[in-house]
């Protein structure tokens, strides 16, 4: 494969920049926000109907596969392809976000948009430079997953895209705590590479993960060790802050130094996207973001709106819907609103817990947020991101597909 990443685009004030990655699988244009396929499909949806949104890549869970069904299981249809009928790119994630998130307990939801509702019902024995023993929530056995046995399942998973194991560091760890965990990760990353070079599908790329918490030094090191490691691609991970200004700070010195020591490197914020986040990610020169938020608001009643000041979601469960004949949002294209379906018929669906309801709100959430990153995209194009990102954030409904992106 030759380089699998094209810069096409950069916006002149900000970091900001539109490509395409080249996968195995297919092209991704970016920026990109990737949809949630945790245990093998987007929660409600077909494979089609994700793909008919408009998006051109999922995240599968390798944690979760690990346990149940098994790597074995997925293997023998060809792998994660095969097994979900999704023929498209697919990135999975090494699984330690899952199994740290049992260690550092109910802190680990510090972290936004990066944990499970509900949690796992497992248990972390013991962080070792080998790996990390655990308890399985599925049927209480004991395991280990290392650099090593990460890089094997996420293998025999087939993915486009493989993320290094790291920890995932929580906000309220001392600095000394979060120096060390990096310096682990740095080396665990080695051992990633080390073993998907000799053993890893040859179309599979890599990514490193940038740890060092809110630290500047930290972060900042860490983005030139992963920068410098030799990965195609870098993800940034664990806490970016307490709030939306510091998330800023973090991941803008991350970037500054993932622009200056790997520019051509496609770079991944795991677990962020909500709009605001999303505008402002990408002006940091992200090209890729993943999160729980869209897919899980849903589930929940929760219906993405341009705005602001509500944090772009209204609750449809709420008695101000009873009534409404709208649809959530005149002129979206979804096939929720599209389909001509009122809010008071959706709030009905959602509380008498009817699956048609969810899977209506999960394709108007997933919509919304592919037309926000199509806008985006199409701004980058024009050399107009700072009108589009001011008109995102002041409540402009996304444009989407029509805005001449695709
Ligand atoms: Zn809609």
Not at 50 to 74: C, F, K, Q, R, S
Not at 227 to 255: F, H, N, Y
């Amino acid at each position: 494969m030759g380089a699998p990443f094209t810069v096409e685009h950069r916006d002149a004030a900000t970091r900001g920049r539109a490509g395409t990655l080249r996968l195995a699988h297919g092209e991704v244009r970016t920026p990109a926000f990737v949809p949630l396929a945790t245990r093998g499909a987007v929660r409600g949806l077909l494979p089609r109907e994700v793909a008919g949104v408009g998006y051109e890549m999922v995240l599968g869970n390798t944690y979760h596969l690990l346990l149940d069904p098994g790597p074995d299981v997925i293997a023998r249809h060809g792998g994660l392809h095969g097994f979900m009928g999704w023929s498209r790119p697919i990135i999975t994630d090494s699984g330690g976000f899952q199994v740290f998130s049992m260690g550092h307990g109910s802190v680990a939801d510090e972290i936004k948009g990066r944990r499970r509702p509900g949690g796992d019902d497992g248990s972390v024995l013991a962080i070792e430079e080998e790996g990390v023993r655990f308890r399985s929530y599925f049927d209480g056995a004991e395991r280990m997953l290392s650099p090593e046995s990460s890089m094997a399942v996420q293998a025999a998973l087939g993915s486009d895209v493989a993320l290094a194991f790291d920890e995932c560091t929580p906000f309220h760890v001392s600095r000394e705590y979060t120096e060390g965990s990096t310096e682990r990760t740095h080396r665990w990353l080695e051992r990633c590479l080390s073993w998907h070079g000799e053993h890893g599908p040859p179309d599979q790329l890599l990514f490193g993960i940038v740890q060092g918490g809110v630290y500047e030094d930290l972060r900042r090191d860490s983005a030139r060790r992963v920068a410098t490691s030799g990965c195609p691609g870098v993800a940034i991970g664990g806490s970016l802050g307490r709030d939306k200004a510091q998330m800023r700070e973090v991941v803008g010195w991350a970037t500054d130094e993932l622009s200056r020591h790997a520019d051509a490197a496609p770079r991944h914020l795991l677990g962020v996207g909500e709009v605001d986040d999303l505008v402002q990610g990408v002006e940091l020169g992200v090209d890729l973001f993943d999160c729980a938020v869209p897919t899980r608001l849903a589930r929940h009643g929760m219906a993405l709106v341009p705005e602001p000041d509500r944090r772009w979601r209204t609750d449809l469960t709420k008695a101000d819907s009873r009534d409404s004949l709208e649809p959530v949002l005149p002129g979206c294209r979804c096939e929720a609103c599209a389909g001509g379906y009122s809010r008071a018929y959706l709030r009905h669906l959602i509380r008498a817990r009817e699956l048609t309801g969810m899977r209506l709100l999960t394709v108007h959430n997933l919509t919304f947020i592919a037309d926000v990153m199509a806008d985006l995209r199409a701004a980058l194009a024009a050399g107009r991101l700072a009108e589009t990102a001011a008109a995102l954030r002041s409540g402009a409904a996304p444009v989407g597909p029509a805005a001449g992106s695709r």
